[in-house]
């Protein structure tokens, strides 16, 4: 069984454009994430959710909107898409917001914006 | 604030030798320190972990890493390269206590070659 999975797992769409990505994690945890990996490959967090709670947003525009329905989901809905936002998006879970539990990572979604 | 360096964004090494992969770390907090490695088009998976405990930490596939407070760096080592092990690698640094915030090195993309 697949820990944290991401839907979908490529995503072409064009500027203007508003779209949604999906995270399901079924390891139990309290704890979600979102990462942006850039073209270079550096990864940086964006936003982290507690039992449904925003806890992080790091500076991220507003037009990036997290929804959390319940403890095992995190989506991730853009508006407004731009060239920049091209990355690809991880989702992560980990047991608990603090300490340092690891976290588990899902496959990522490679967003393209032509 | 927390930091992380690595020094080499490519390493390149023959089947069966030593892997070296460098990283020092910056933190205002005692920190937790992370090896995760990112092979193409998958999601992250923990290498190893140290959490202020062992100062030489085991993880899987044959790696290991050793916190040096005095240097700062936790350098990540496997005593002989395996094909497989060609991936991209990242060091992390959170605070050990309170909310977990990863920092990610901008990564060391490990070559093997025959």
């Known amino acids: 069984d697949t820990a944290v999975s991401q839907t979908p797992k490529y995503l072409v769409t064009q500027m203007g454009n508003d779209k949604s990505i999906k995270c399901e994690q079924n390891?139990?945890?309290?704890?979600m994430y979102w990462y942006k990996q850039d073209s270079k490959k550096f990864l940086k967090i964006m936003f982290s959710?507690?039992?449904?709670?925003?806890?992080i947003n790091e500076t991220v525009p507003n037009r990036f909107s997290p929804k959390s329905p319940d403890k095992a989901h995190l989506n991730l809905h853009i508006n407004s898409l731009e060239l920049g936002d091209s990355a690809v998006y991880f989702c992560?879970?980990?047991?608990?917001?603090?300490?340092?539990?690891?976290?588990?990572f899902g496959p990522g979604t490679r967003l393209t914006v032509t | 604030a927390q930091s992380v360096t690595q020094l080499d964004s490519h390493v390149s090494v023959s089947e069966g030798t030593p892997v070296l992969l460098r990283c020092n770390y910056s933190?205002?907090?005692?920190?937790?320190l992370f090896w995760y490695v990112q092979h193409p088009n998958k999601g992250l998976q923990l290498l190893l972990k140290?959490?202020?405990?062992?100062?030489l930490v085991k993880g899987i596939n044959g790696f290991e890493a050793e916190f040096k407070k005095s240097e700062t760096s936790f350098h990540l080592t496997k005593p002989s390269a395996h094909m497989s092990d060609a991936a991209e690698y990242f060091c992390?640094?959170?605070?050990?206590?309170?909310?977990?915030?990863?920092?990610f090195g901008t990564g060391t993309r490990l070559l093997v070659s025959p």
């Open positions: 992560a879970s980990s047991k608990e917001l603090a300490g340092d539990y690891e976290q588990y």
């Open positions: 390891l139990g945890h309290d704890t």
């Open positions: 959710y507690n039992n449904k709670e925003l806890i």
């Open positions: 933190s205002s907090y005692s920190p937790s």
């Open positions: 140290y959490t202020s405990a062992a100062t």
């Open positions: 992390v640094v959170t605070p050990n206590t309170g909310f977990q915030k990863l920092v």
